[in-house]
């Protein structure tokens, strides 16, 4: 069975950093490309970023450019979001998501205080 387990969401005050890891059991997934995505209450599931299945190759939603990095650990079968100066905006459920396989984890959390 194929699972992608968020992690490392919380409280946070604006202008703080936290990270976010994903890890997958079930299957290797160096293979492939991942991606997180976010979405905030009343709003659409937006893109934040992905990264390519060997790593050399990230890109970034224009609001995240500067202040995320995503990154990963092929043999930790684990991606990151690494997350600063963030905003109350940033506050939102945050999902893994592997589009080769369509496959989503269940999201974490993250809530930025102004």
């Known amino acids: 069975q194929v699972q992608l387990v968020e992690s490392g969401g919380g409280l946070v005050q604006a202008g703080g950093s936290l990270r976010l890891s994903c890890a997958a059991s079930g299957r290797t997934f160096s293979s492939y490309a991942m991606g997180w995505f976010r979405q905030a209450p009343g709003k659409e599931r937006e893109f934040v970023a992905a990264?390519?299945?060997?790593?050399?190759?990230?890109y970034y939603a224009d609001s995240m450019k500067g202040r995320f990095t995503i990154s990963r650990d092929n043999a930790k079968n684990t991606v990151y979001l690494q997350m600063n100066s963030l905003k109350p905006e940033d506050t939102a459920m945050y999902y893994c998501?592997?589009?080769?396989?369509?496959?989503w984890g269940q999201g974490t959390q993250v809530t930025v205080s102004s």
């Open positions: 998501y592997a589009p080769a396989m369509n496959y």
């Open positions: 990264i390519s299945w060997s790593g050399i190759n990230t």
